[in-house]
């Protein structure tokens, strides 16, 4: 599987970004996706994933300012994120999963620079 991300940048606080991740190598309405992302000098945590069916589950610090989508004709997972926080700040990956978990598969990332 090839998970291509794109989207991230620099952005003040209080804005707005909307990642994409292209998915290749897969039948893609099969899989569940997530989210990801990794600060520096932090572990990768979870952001928020997204089902077969398009139900979605966000990680606690979301707190209702993303939203993750899937379009399964463009085979492309998206992470639209508003009200900013320069602790958003991070590289952020897409996978999929196989059942629950992550696949280990990662691409190369986003970055997101939250800052004024």
């Known amino acids: 599987v090839q998970l291509q991300a794109s989207g991230g940048g620099l952005v003040q606080p209080g804005g707005s970004l909307r990642l994409s991740c292209v998915v290749s190598?897969?039948?893609?309405?099969?899989?569940?996706y997530s989210w990801y992302r990794q600060a520096p000098g932090k572990q990768r945590e979870f952001v928020a994933t997204?089902?077969?069916?398009?139900?979605?589950r966000y990680a606690d610090f979301v707190q209702g300012r993303f939203a993750i989508s899937r379009d399964n004709a463009k085979k492309t997972v998206y992470l639209q994120m508003s009200s900013l926080k320069p602790e958003d700040t991070a590289k952020y990956y897409c996978?999929?999963?196989?059942?629950?978990?992550?696949?280990?598969?990662w691409g190369q990332g986003t970055l997101v620079t939250v800052s004024s």
């Open positions: 996978t999929d999963l196989i059942g629950k978990f992550p696949s280990g598969s």
């Open positions: 190598g897969i039948i893609f309405k099969n899989r569940s």
């Open positions: 997204i089902s077969t069916a398009g139900s979605a």
